[in-house]
């Protein structure tokens, strides 16, 4: 792997909340806790710099969503984007769904390199004639000028959630897509803003009988009536919204016993399931809790048929990370585009990777000092104890404000996006 591009940003504002490819993988959105979108479009190739090929350069950037104040609950709503989630194109525009912790906007994003001359009603500075000026007709027409990509909000998805938006997804009918919070999952139409339909509840009647809270939630890639949600107690649910209007009762349990052996006061915590996601032929789901990445078949619900471990060498340091919040951390998962190798981020601005097939796995490092452009990355070793060999980084030493949460995989070829807390790196497989 190597690295062709790296974007830094500055504050704390600046820190990436989420990546997301669309669905040719031309294009890379970015959302920030600052409340902006910036999309990233490939370079295309030129018989001159067939190196460049894979760079992608700022197409749009855009203010999303700003902050709020619920004056009812007297709570700050931050502008943070939680998830951003791209709808297939159907035509020169392109619409993607961002949302903060309340609300969900549909943007369209588009290009203008024509502008309209020579109105009848309005002179070009765009002030009205005076209708008794007007002697003569003219046709309007369209000037050439410089290239211009405008984001507009279409649709604004609001005041349906009580508590914190932590996923969208959109459903393959491309009509419907859901929104999922802490306790409840709404299922909303494109079309319609001011009414969602709400197809998950969770919340008890008696708050304190609460035992736990949805983490994830997707639709299935093929059936749009299918999809599954996480929860903070390592659980998944399939649902069949065929079967009822509330999905309340699932179709299949997916849950993994705990070994007695390595059951701590931290069990409950490191088995909370942060990310779920479908694989894209639809027949397996992967789920990343603290400790492991597990691939489950949607046939068998009483164990996963593949455990990765991440980084198994944190497992004696949990109490320190407890105590620091780091245990907390909701790390995401992503699939290549054929099934066959999953991600997901570590510390130390590690990431990680699992081949399905050759079951050989890979550490890579995606920091400034060794993410030259085109430079080689070097696969990292954690050392556990014992003696350190010259190129190995020991457990002690692991920088744990430096994590790679959100990461994202180009549909259909080796290229990643990594976001390292305020700066992106794009890697792609070397090209021999």
């Not at 959302?31 to 990233?40: P, Q, S, Y």
């Amino acid at each position: 792997w190597k690295c062709p591009d790296e974007t830094v940003h500055g504050s704390k504002a600046d820190i990436i909340s989420t990546v997301e490819f669309n669905h040719t993988g031309e294009l890379l959105a970015t959302g920030d806790k600052g409340g902006r979108v910036v999309i990233f479009q490939r370079e295309q190739e030129s018989k001159n710099q067939l190196h460049r090929r894979g760079e992608y350069n700022v197409y749009s950037t855009f203010q999303s969503h700003e902050p709020e104040f619920d004056y009812l609950k007297s709570l700050e709503i931050e502008e943070k984007i939680n998830k951003i989630r791209w709808l297939p194109q159907q035509n020169a525009a392109y619409f993607l769904l961002s949302t903060n912790d309340k609300t969900v906007k549909l943007w369209k994003v588009s290009e203008r390199d024509k502008r309209p001359e020579g109105y009848n009603l309005k002179d070009e500075d765009g002030r009205l004639r005076d209708p008794a000026t007007i002697t003569t007709l003219r046709v309007p027409v369209l000037r050439p000028m410089d290239l211009m990509v405008e984001a507009t909000p279409r649709r604004v998805f609001a005041n349906a959630h009580t508590y914190h938006i932590n996923s969208i997804s959109v459903n393959s009918d491309y009509e419907t897509y859901m929104s999922a919070d802490d306790l409840r999952i709404n299922l909303w139409n494109f079309e319609i803003t001011n009414q969602s339909f709400n197809i998950v509840d969770i919340k008890p009647a008696n708050m304190e009988e609460l035992t736990e809270v949805i983490t994830a939630a997707e639709f299935h890639p093929l059936h749009c009536n299918t999809f599954v949600y996480s929860s903070s107690k390592g659980t998944i649910r399939l649902c069949d919204m065929r079967a009822s209007a509330l999905c309340d009762r699932h179709t299949k349990f997916f849950e993994e016993p705990e070994d007695p052996s390595n059951r701590s006061f931290f069990s409950e915590i490191i088995s909370s399931i942060s990310d779920v996601k479908f694989s894209h032929s639809g027949r397996y789901i992967m789920t990343r809790d603290y400790l492991t990445v597990k691939v489950w078949d949607l046939n068998m619900e009483n164990r996963p048929i593949e455990t990765y471990q991440v980084h198994d060498y944190l497992r004696s340091k949990l109490c320190s990370l407890y105590e620091n919040d780091c245990i907390f951390d909701k790390f995401e998962c992503v699939w290549n585009g054929s099934d066959s190798v999953i991600m997901t981020g570590s510390y130390n601005n590690f990431f990680r990777m699992f081949d399905r097939n050759t079951k050989r796995d890979v550490t890579l490092e995606a920091s400034r000092e060794n993410s030259k452009p085109r430079a080689i990355l070097k696969p990292r070793k954690v050392c556990v104890g014992g003696k350190r060999r010259k190129d190995e980084i020991s457990v002690d030493s692991l920088d744990f404000s430096k994590k790679i949460l959100h990461t994202a995989w180009h549909p259909s070829e080796n290229i990643i996006a990594v976001a390292a807390t305020n700066n992106l790196y794009i890697f792609q497989d070397k090209v021999n």
